[in-house]
């Protein structure tokens, strides 16, 4: 019978654990986690009626496997989708939330009147955006980064003002360094396609608005229906997992080091305790996998470490519905780097997904950090909560005091996707491939999403089963 150990309890180990198990029911598998719980960065409280994600909030369905392992675990009648009344977002311009215009696809517009309409942009920004329309195509090339494509596309002004904004909050990282090639290659491939990216997005739009399902993707470009969570938060998937795995599982357990012994492996735990496998899976983070393969395969060791993350900070805060000037007619705000506030976004939780509140209540979420501003997950609560709550006042008129708070801070947790990152991505799979019973799985070669990691951790176990079956 195979030994295999899974090392890393989020959401890629889960997975892959999950997916031995599925595949390979004979194999005795063991699943080790460092800190005391499974789950990683995903967690949700459930306290006084409300629901609070303590990580991330959401999982986009346009990527399938997690919505597809949802299924396999009877997670069904448990899914919700956002709102409908209330899809949309606002975007900080010039001190004041205004709307993000209809049809504002992360980077461009799909309708051109709501985007000349707003008062985001200035006339002379807005007729450089305009520019995309008559402007030739770029130059063939591997990669650049996001936010040089959005400039020469669409302006520096397009870029600061929404794209920035809208995109920093999904990767944590400054558009000027970031892969578009590896973070969103649909824009790309719209301007080899159509020439104008917004022409392509147009065109795309007309397409959907023959289709029965098109028209409500169609009217928003951010694509907001796509996303679902589950009734109890997104630990809802997590826990389903590990309740379904048959693996021994190891809390608290981290380990320090793995030796390759034979055809198979030790792995060095804490007070010198040794686990001994046929296959291994490294669930962890990049640069952890990288001390642990290093006696294995140092180039693999300098590829992994060479990925930066980065840190954030949620901070969740809830207010008597009345103690709210706003309308809270949208799912929150985006606030761009050159506002100059240490705020990066703010989710209307209680707006965006049904029961995360109380009756009469609603839940906020704050989000700060991000590329330049990693410092803040180092900041004391106390500072922390009087940075939310002076950008809350200042933009939605709130001046009372919440009924609860809960801050989460998330250190190193972020890969960021640099310009050239699916070079590195192939150069450690192919190292990867090269080494006998050995696999890694996690969000820092081909997505960063919980989908991402879910078809990472099972693609993983797929291919260790398949070497030792």
Known sequence: MPRVVVVGGGVAGLAAAHRLSEVAP?????????????????RSERVDGYVIDRGPDSIITEKPSALKLAERLGLQERIIRTQ????????????????????????????????????ILSWSGKLRAAGDLVLPRGPERADESLGG???????????????????????GTAPDVLSLEATMPRFRTLERKNRSVALGLMRGVARMKKSKRGRDHAAMGARYGLFISFDGGIEVLTDAIAARITSDVRLNSPVSGLERRGQGFALSLGEGDELLADGVILATAAHVSARLVEPEDARLSQHLDAIPYGSSVTVALAYRREQIPHPLDAF??????????NLMACTWSSVKWPGRAPEGMVLLRCFLGGEGRDHAADLDEESLLADCRRELKR????????SLVRVDRHRQVMP???????VRAEQIEARVAALPRLELAGGFTRGVGIPDSIKSGE??????????G
């Open 416 to 422: 960021r996707y640099r310009v050239g990152h699916l």
């Open 26 to 42: 004979e194999f005795d598998v063991t699943l080790v986690e460092a800190k005391s719980r499974l789950g990683g960065t995903i």
């Open 149 to 171: 494509f959005v400039a020469r596309r669409l302006g520096p002004e397009m870029l600061e003002r929404l794209a920035q904004p809208m995109v920093g909050g999904i990767y």
């Open 332 to 341: 929150g705000f985006v606030v761009p780097t050159l506002e100059g506030r």
């Open 395 to 402: 933009l939605m008129g709130i001046e009372a005091d919440p």
């Open 459 to 468: 693609a993983a176990a797929e291919s260790l089963a398949a070497e030792l």
């Open 84 to 119: 409908d009344a209330y899809r949309g977002a606002y975007v900080v311009a010039h001190g004041r939330l205004v709307p993000v215009p209809e049809g504002f696809a992360l980077l461009a517009p799909s309708a051109w009147w709501p985007l000349m309409s707003s008062s």
